[in-house]
């Protein structure tokens, strides 16, 4: 269903409030991926506060919808979401890759919520795709969604799970592709070029969707159409914004893995609009 107007300003504070929180994170413990985390907030907000299926008071849920943070550098934008759900207090945040935390650098099964750990790259859409399988043997209405970044896409292991998705016809399974053009030192066109990403997606069988990965309703139409088709699994090549909400972060590879400073944490709060 399209999103409505409400819905769409209601998500939208949620991305901005996110981001500054994730940045504030980041800066409290001087470590962590500001750039990844803020390109994937829109994808990762609208998953987890609108369409997902899942219960914090019930986690283990059979039939819960499930999601794979395969690029998961990006784990403090998940974490916000999840904390969001209910699944941890607000104050976890603060506690981000602390010693004995919950809430480590990459995602761990030690984390309420979290469905599979990840940090190494290229693995997340394997597991995605035995978690549906597994789903749809078992009867299950409850669907998968990974989330990969276009770096990642370099991972040869991505592209054995991308044969075999389609074999199996599992249209439980959405990935989305985080395309924002930039890896960790460089722009994904002078590390590896991509070539035409969504047509190498299509010879392997998928059905691709390409829209932008910071608009919301168009976020939300094309999970829409991925949810209606029957005969496979989709990717939603999603454009975006390495850093996006903060102007000097937006489009570079130095924000990839660095924390801000103090003054740069003030200059980025402000450009989202400050703290309510
Ligand atoms: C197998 C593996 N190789 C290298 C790394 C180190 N690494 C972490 S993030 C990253 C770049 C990822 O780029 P991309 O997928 O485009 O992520 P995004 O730009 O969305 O943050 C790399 C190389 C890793 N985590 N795993």
């Known amino acids: 269903m399209p999103l409505s107007k409400a819905k769409v300003t ?29 390109s994937a907030c829109e994808i990762l907000t ?4 609108e369409r997902m299926n899942i219960d914090a008071k019930n986690p ?55 469905e599979i750990p990840a940090g190494p790259l290229g693995q997340g859409l394997a597991a995605a795709q035995g978690m549906a399988l597994g789903l749809r043997l078992n009867g299950s209405p409850a669907r998968v969604y990974v989330i990969m970044g276009d770096g990642e896409q370099d991972e040869g292991a991505i592209w054995e799970a991308a044969t075999s998705a389609p074999k199996f016809k599992l249209n439980n399974l959405t990935a989305i592709i985080d395309y924002n053009g930039v890896q960790l030192d460089g ?6 070029p991509l070539r035409d990403l969504s047509a190498k997606w299509h010879s392997f069988g998928w059905n691709v969707i390409e829209c932008n990965g910071h608009d919301l309703r168009q976020l939300n139409d094309a999970l829409d159409a991925c949810a209606k088709i029957e005969d496979g699994p989709s990717v939603i090549i999603a454009k975006t914004v390495k850093g996006k909400g903060v102007s000097f972060m ?23 609009g400050g703290e309510k």
């Not at 609208?46 to 506060?49: D, H, N, R």
């Not at 690029?71 to 506690?95: C, D, Q, V």
């Not at 924390?259 to 402000?270: F, Q, R, V």
């Open 10 to 38: 209601q998500l939208s504070e949620f991305c901005r409030t996110f981001r500054i929180d994730v940045l504030k994170a980041i800066h409290n413990i001087q470590s962590g991926h500001p750039g990844g985390s803020l």
């Open 46 to 49: 609208l998953l987890y506060q």
């Open 187 to 192: 722009t994904t066109e002078e590390i590896m």
């Open 250 to 272: 937006e489009g570079k590879a130095a924000w990839h893995g660095k924390p801000p400073s103090d003054d740069e944490l003030a200059m980025a709060i402000a450009e989202l």
């Open 60 to 114: 283990g849920d059979p039939n819960r919808d499930r999601l794979v943070l395969s690029k998961g550098h990006a784990a403090p934008m998940l974490y916000r979401n999840l904390i969001e759900k209910g699944f941890m207090p607000k104050e976890s945040m603060s506690t981000l890759r602390h010693i004995n935390s919950e809430l480590q650098g990459h995602p761990s099964m030690h984390t309420p919520g979290v």
